[in-house]
């Protein structure tokens, strides 16, 4: 109820997820209310935490506190990430949505480091932490607030495909669980009289440096260029395909600048003897209708001959051979140059990461064969290698 009247009250078309303003407009909310409620919570729990001598409690503060500037820096690279593209950023400035998400990663890992260190000492030295109410209501009123802000990111990271608020949810879940330790080796303290606020501080402390450490990963990979979504990928070569004219597909790369910035190259195979005026409008019209549905599609269209029996012969003696590796190598843009001496028989090959041979050694046994289909012939085979971006065919 809650979030459905935050997105109603501040933020305009919250349907229209495709805008960089309401995305920037979502992230204004998210921000906001985190940097509000971690506040609140971080204050409160270094209050209770210095007042009654606990470490645990303290530390819980301290991890709330470098939440609200994790809050900041959210809301800031969500107003960067909305910027337009300009000249030294052609494709836009999306990406600051996944440097937010690194620069979080950053700041939890100090904030790990730096509670390890202090409930390492408090373990070392252990003193007697008081119970108090005030401290137990504290870090229930915590877990609910916590709990709540989990769901709250969950729900507009979905709605606007964002891995930084996604990760801002997971992170307010970590909080939850860590609360609710220390909540729990409070009252154990109280009834056993044993003193564990040392070894729930170390444990907590582990407990965000390897949330950060997860959080780097998943913000890095994005940066560094991963491998597209398979989903995305399947729904796009499946959509190549039904295009009337487009007799088979290659090459396909996607790149991702950031939410809502999408561009991707494809190579598509028609009949060499239709009209080059039409193949091109089909080209075309695909790039157009892709744009329409926020893909920046540049098509590479490749003619290929269907109607030479002995060249389709020979292109299913060779698919036959490079199938016959059970390497999960594929071909593509087969061709045949006849000449007084040799034929070149000239085609790329794909080879997928799970390759275990190296290329020259694909190469040559490719050609080995190649040859060996007709000696006479005097066959000379022309292979290019390329790579597999996209790990589907």
Known sequence: MMTDFLIRKFIKNADDTAD???????GRVAGGVGIACNLLLGGGKMLAGALFRSISVLADGVNNLSDALSSVVTLVCFRMSSRPADKEHPFGHARMEYVSGL??????LMVGFNLATSSFEKILRPEETPFSWVTAGILTASILVKGWMMF???????????TALEATAMDSRNDVIATAAVLLSVFISRWSGLRLDGWMGLLIALFILWSGGNLMKDTLSPLLG????????????????SYE???????????????????????VEVDAHEDVMVSHDLCDRIEREFAADGINLVVHMDPIITDDAELNELRRKVVAVVAGMNEGITLHDFRVVRGYTHTNVIFDIVLPSGCRLPADAVKSEISEKVRALDPAA???PVISVDRNYTELV
């Open 226 to 241: 991963e491998a597209p979504d398979r989903d995305l990928v399947q729904k796009t070569m499946k959509r190549l395909r």
């Open 103 to 108: 620069v979080v990663a950053v700041l939890i």
């Open 378 to 380: 005097h066959y000379y």
């Open 245 to 267: 004219g487009v007799l088979g597909i290659h090459d396909l790369m996607v790149h991702d600048y950031g939410p809502g910035r999408c561009f991707a190259s494809v190579h």
């Open 152 to 162: 709250f990111n969950r729900k507009i990271g979905r709605k606007i495909s964002s």
């Open 20 to 26: 960089p303003g309401v995305r920037a407009a979502y």
